[in-house]
């Protein structure tokens, strides 16, 4: 399959799930905050596909997290059926999903902030690139965490479905436990997968 159809499956999916969840969600504000990503995503990858088009295995990966944050949106993350069924076969306390997502809040961006420190001349070397990328991983997942703190100031009570603590006092310190794995074991074991398709790129496409 070319990359060009392969990218317009991948968009066209997210795009249904997108206006499939909007149809009826748990709760339309946590709905939007939920989904907020993926459609400032959207816009800026399209307008990127020609001037710095990522590789094939970043599209897949972007499209698995948006489908992630737009499931979480439209049941709210205590409520995702995929989480109760995780939460019966582990004997566990609460509904894990809101873990996987904050796993691919450190997966995805880590490999995102590598591939452009490589194809922008911005490090070399083998050990920093994933080093600063796991960084910037924690950055976005930390900034997350404050935006969680603020919208609870903001609303009280009314962000509850939104922050998805489900009692847990150290929901926030689990949640960057989670991105830093992800991002750490996407830098160790899809480093050199990425690397080749980069190499496979265009050489325009190549460097920026």
Not at 122 to 147: D, N, Q
Not at 168 to 186: E, K, N, R, V, Y
Request: glycine content about 8%; aromatic content about 12%; charged content about 15%.
């Amino acid at each position: 399959m070319r990359t060009n159809q392969l990218n317009a499956i991948l968009l066209t999916l997210v795009l249904i799930a997108l206006i499939v969840s909007g149809i009826a969600p748990f709760d339309r504000g946590t709905w939007v905050l939920e989904v907020a990503p993926v459609v400032i995503a959207i816009p800026i990858l399209w307008r990127t596909r020609q001037s710095f088009p990522l590789t094939t295995l970043l599209y897949v990966l972007i499209t698995a997290h948006a489908l992630v944050l737009i499931l979480g949106g439209a049941y709210t993350y205590a409520r995702v059926p995929l989480g109760f069924w995780l939460q019966d076969l582990f004997e566990l306390g609460r509904n894990p999903y809101d873990k996987i997502g904050h796993f691919m809040q450190g997966f995805v961006p880590a490999l995102i902030a590598r591939e452009i420190l490589l194809r922008g001349n911005y490090v070399s070397g083998k050990s920093m690139p994933g080093f600063l990328s796991v960084c910037v991983a924690l950055a976005i997942s930390a900034f997350y965490e404050l935006l969680e703190w603020w919208a609870a100031l903001a609303w009280g009570q009314g962000a509850e479905e939104f922050l998805g603590t489900q009692g847990d006092p150290w929901d926030t310190q689990s949640d960057m436990f989670l991105a830093l794995i992800g991002a750490t074991l996407a830098v160790r074991f899809l480093a050199r997968w990425q690397d080749a398709q980069i190499r496979h790129l265009p050489p325009n496409e190549q460097r920026e």
